[in-house]
């Protein structure tokens, strides 16, 4: 597919006219490069989803049950009831416009139907004509739309061109927020077993396995060995990191990207040299090897069955409380979902640092602390030391990931780190980052490789604010503390901005760190060296 | 099309109101019957529709942070837009319901050639959504005094700050003026642009319409044919204190007037013009970011089916054990 990818300069001739075709006709064409192939039946079956079968976007027949309709509007129905939210959000939006060029796939494609306000419309639509007064009146004059299979497909291609980024919810006068729209419209369409395999393997894996990618126990081990074997390598130093080890203090969680992919591995790294160093009394384990929940990316269900193994472990492990790596979506769950779903987790106690005797009064009921948070309290009391000149080679630049962001409010926890680990730091133009932050496009279960041309359109807009500062003041590293972001910005950054490179935050962490009883250390992190005499010299 | 299907709609409404309390002589029915309808409706759909919402729980805290968290106590957060407890989201909300806070952060995206995304800023809409709001507002106050003896105090005072400009006779007010232009661009942008064109319903055009003509025919009233004011507070009052009478002498152009405010009045909780109530109900605007601080409690929180770590150990102890990994069960 990527082979058919256009190339960038043909892919930016973007095309802002809406079509002459009228918004309400849901004919749409399900083309290769903008959407997601569907779920395997192993995976549906192996969760007990609806409707098992073998099919794909592609095909005239999507193979629904005869009662489809009755299954949406009585799901539709039924989430009406459960969430003010949606109800709320069906009532109220004025079309006022605000959110239509927020969002990075209307920005990056043009197309009328990724406006914000259009993508709720079309469930709205919906509503208006089945659930209200007017719309049953009035019908299309009232704004109302019959049901009909071809509105299946229009939610599934649409649904699936959003990633719950929710930049357009920080512009809306009512803060109605798309990703609860995006959210309870794939609700609705896995009712029907219209899941995609990106979503359901991974949650299937993670059912199993403890985490998305399906590593059985001695595999997770054997990673948390080679980070340390490589660890050794590098620094001379051997560390210890403990998993599945009861009576530990702290559990500590990360999506399992961190220890099985490039470049969130050297970010892993760091970590385990950061508590290394602050001889921190932690473990991992091995079932609750996943914080990642693409759960959160089919159904409130699914989270809350995906990350009942968090706080089940910490109580198995006996530990006191919780710190959780660099992941977005993650985040979001952890911080908005987790205690609700799961808690309480009164068998654990407020979190303390053990080496500042901060109180995070921020996490005391759910338990739970941001390594940023933990790394910048770190810091901030002078508990290690750094020398930040060992970043010299970076020029960084930092991506605020959105469920951070934009969900949480974690903005200057991971720029003061590196602002004490990197000399040269840069911010990408002020409407691109924080709360207003650009989507890497990727995000909610789409980085797929069959939907490349949408992530590049949709990641235009953050590659862009990066192309930007590379001109500016030559950055060459773009940091973050998602792991999809890891996964997916470096395939954007190739081709919207070669030369760019994607870190963790906690890899420089990791590479500024001074380490008691270290070699002369001569490479980074990622076994290559320090900056070159040229670098070095301008400093 | 979706323009003119409204437009249409209000010329209908002018043209019934016009045979109606002219041709047909209904006039205790508009200016009696009607009005009174019309506000039964409203209060009636108004309470309805916020119990509808109130009736669905809120199952998660999912506040949309708009800033800098409350976390390490060295580092400041942005108590506005990301507030951890009540005052801050009374301060959060008191932005958004008087200076509309969100839209105030608008911007333009603009693709220019490099390729290179420019994002200007964009405060019209801002301006003009709070320009027409306020401007409704005093308008809508002022008309008070004909409906209340002795008029209230405030109004003079608002009348002679509305007449600051000391225009005319009877004097100009700032608001009519404001009013005319704010909604006449809050129709036009809608027309003119071809996003917002795709996406307006008839439902959008409507209520700006009709405002319009409320607006158009007020200042007609005022500025050029006089109406009988005594008659139209005598109306007015008798409305108010239940005791309804229909004074000799009122023109056409004031039955125009009233009933197309009678229909906004019914028209009103069921469209899209209960935003004003609804924005006070938003969910990621009206909680405090302050998840993992306190436990919020999902009432329906539902029994899932859930894989345990002693399913897992079952399934993998023999490469558990062979990696020498802890084993609750050996």
Same mark, same amino acid.
């Given at each position: 597919m990527s082979d058919k990818l256009q190339k960038p300069e043909q892919l930016v001739q973007?095309?802002?006219?809406?079509?002459?075709? &009228? *918004?309400?006709?849901p004919k749409v064409e399900i083309r290769k490069g903008t959407f997601n192939w569907a779920a395997i039946p192993k995976s549906t079956k192996y969760l007990d989803l609806p409707n098992v079968r073998k099919w794909q976007p592609?095909?005239?027949? *999507?193979?629904?049950?005869?009662n489809w309709k009755e299954i949406i509007l009585e799901g539709f129905r039924d989430r009406l009831k459960r969430f003010r939210s949606l109800k709320i959000f069906m009532d109220i939006c #004025?079309?006022? $416009?605000?959110?239509?060029?927020?969002c990075h796939f209307f920005i990056g494609?043009? &197309?009328?139907? /990724?406006m914000p306000v259009v993508r709720a419309e079309l469930l709205r639509s919906i509503y208006r004509n089945d659930f209200t007064t007017a719309g049953k009146i009035l019908g299309s004059i009232a704004g109302g739309r019959k049901l009909t299979k071809d509105v299946i497909r229009e939610w599934f291609l649409y649904f699936y061109q959003c @990633?719950?980024?929710r930049r357009c919810s920080v512009f809306c006068p009512y803060g109605i927020d798309t990703a609860e729209i995006t959210m309870i419209g794939r609700e609705l369409l896995n009712l029907l077993g219209l899941d995609i395999d990106w979503i359901s393997t991974p949650a299937a894996n993670c059912f199993r396995t403890g985490n998305h990618l399906g590593i059985q126990p001695h595999g997770f081990q054997d990673s948390v060995d080679f980070a340390i074997d490589d660890i050794e390598d590098n620094t001379g130093v051997r560390v210890d990191a403990p998993v599945n080890?009861?009576?530990?203090?702290i559990l500590f969680v990360v999506p399992s990207a961190d220890y099985f992919a490039d470049p969130h591995y050297y970010g892993f790294m760091g970590y385990l040299t950061l508590f290394h160093e602050i001889g921190l009394d932690y473990t991992f384990s091995s079932f609750a090897?996943? $914080? %990642? /929940?693409f759960g959160l990316f089919h159904s409130n269900e699914m989270m809350k069955r995906l990350n009942v193994k968090i706080y089940s472990e910490a109580k198995r492990l006996g530990v006191k409380w919780i710190i959780g790596g660099e992941c977005g979506h993650m985040w979001r769950v952890l911080h908005q979902y987790m205690d609700t779903m799961n808690?309480?987790?009164?068998?654990?106690?407020?979190?303390?640092?053990?080496? @500042?005797? @901060? +109180?995070f009064e921020n996490a005391k009921s759910t338990k739970m602390v941001h390594i940023c948070e933990f790394t910048a309290d770190l810091i901030k009391h002078g508990k290690i030391k750094l020398d930040?000149?060992? /970043? &010299?080679?970076w020029k960084v630049t930092y991506h605020d990931s959105c469920n951070p962001a934009?969900?949480?409010?974690?903005?200057d926890e991971p720029r003061y780190i590196l602002n004490k680990t990197c000399n040269h730091f840069y911010e990408m133009p002020e409407n691109t980052i924080r709360e207003q932050t650009f989507c890497c496009?990727?995000?909610?279960?789409? $980085? @797929?490789d069959e939907n490349m041309e949408m992530r590049m359109r949709g990641g235009f807009p953050r590659a862009n604010a990066v192309q930007y500062v590379k001109d500016k003041?030559? #950055?060459?590293m773009l940091s973050c503390v998602c792991a999809i972001d890891k996964a997916t910005l470096p395939p954007l950054m190739e081709y919207w901005v070669p030369g760019t490179e994607v870190c963790a935050v906690h890899e420089l962490v990791g590479n500024a760190l001074i380490m008691? %009883?270290? +070699? &002369?250390?001569? /490479?980074d992190l990622r076994g290559e060296p320090w900056a070159g005499e040229e670098d070095t010299a301008d400093v | 099309m979706k323009a003119m299907t409204s437009l249409m709609a209000v010329i209908l409404l002018i043209l019934l109101v016009m045979l109606g !309390?002219?041709? !047909?002589? =209904?006039k205790y029915f508009f200016g009696v019957i009607f009005p009174y309808a019309a506000i039964v409706l409203f209060l009636v759909g108004i309470v309805l529709r916020v119990l509808k919402w109130a009736g669905?729980?809120?199952p998660f805290r999912i506040p949309t942070t708009g800033g800098q968290q409350n976390?390490?106590?060295w580092i400041k957060q942005n108590k506005l837009d990301n507030p951890h407890n009540l005052i801050g989201v009374l301060g959060r909300m008191a932005l958004e319901i008087f200076l509309f806070r969100s839209l105030f952060r608008n911007t333009k995206t603009e693709l220019k050639n490099g390729p290179r995304l420019a994002y200007g800023s964009s405060k019209w809409l801002w301006l003009g959504g709070l320009a027409f709001h306020y401007s409704f507002l005093v308008i809508f106050i002022r008309h008070f005094k004909y409906f209340a003896?002795?008029?209230?105090?405030f109004i003079p005072i608002m009348q002679n700050l509305d007449g =600051? =400009?000391?225009?005319?006779l009877p004097l100009l007010y700032m608001t009519d003026i404001i009013i005319l232009l704010s909604v006449s661009y809050l129709f036009f942008r809608r027309v003119v642009s071809p996003q917002l064109r795709y996406f307006s319903l008839a439902a959008d055009y409507f209520p700006l319409l009709l405002i319009l003509t409320i607006s158009i025919s007020g200042i007609l009233m005022r500025?050029?044919?006089?109406?009988d004011i005594v008659a139209v507070k005598k109306l007015g009052t008798g409305l108010l204190s239940f005791n309804p009478i229909l004074p000799e002498g009122i023109g056409l152009l004031f039955y125009v007037h009233l009933f197309m405010v009678s229909v906004l009045i019914a028209y009103f909780p069921f469209s899209k013009l209960v935003h004003m109530a609804g924005v006070f109900m938003s969910p990621t605007r009206n909680l405090a970011n302050n998840n993992r601080m306190r436990r919020h409690i999902n009432p329906w929180n539902p029994d899932v089916k859930v894989h345990t770590y002693e399913e897992y150990e079952d399934e993998f102890r023999d490469v558990m054990k062979d990696a020498g990994m802890p084993l609750d069960k050996e």
């Open positions: 973007i095309d802002f006219a809406p079509s002459k075709k &009228d *918004w309400m006709d592609t095909d005239d027949d *999507w193979q629904l049950p005869d #004025v079309r006022c $416009g605000a959110c239509a060029d927020k494609s043009g &197309d009328p139907k /990724n @990633t719950e980024c080890k009861k009576g530990a203090e090897s996943e $914080g %990642g /929940n808690g309480p987790a009164d068998f654990l106690e407020a979190p303390v640092s053990p080496i @500042t005797g @901060t +109180k930040p000149s060992r /970043n &010299d080679k934009r969900a949480m409010g974690l903005l496009g990727s995000g909610s279960g789409i $980085g @797929t003041h030559g #950055v060459n008691t %009883g270290e +070699k &002369d250390r001569d /490479n | !309390a002219g041709a !047909a002589n =209904l669905s729980p809120v976390s390490l106590p003896e002795p008029v209230p105090f =600051l =400009l000391q225009i005319g500025y050029f044919y006089k109406v």
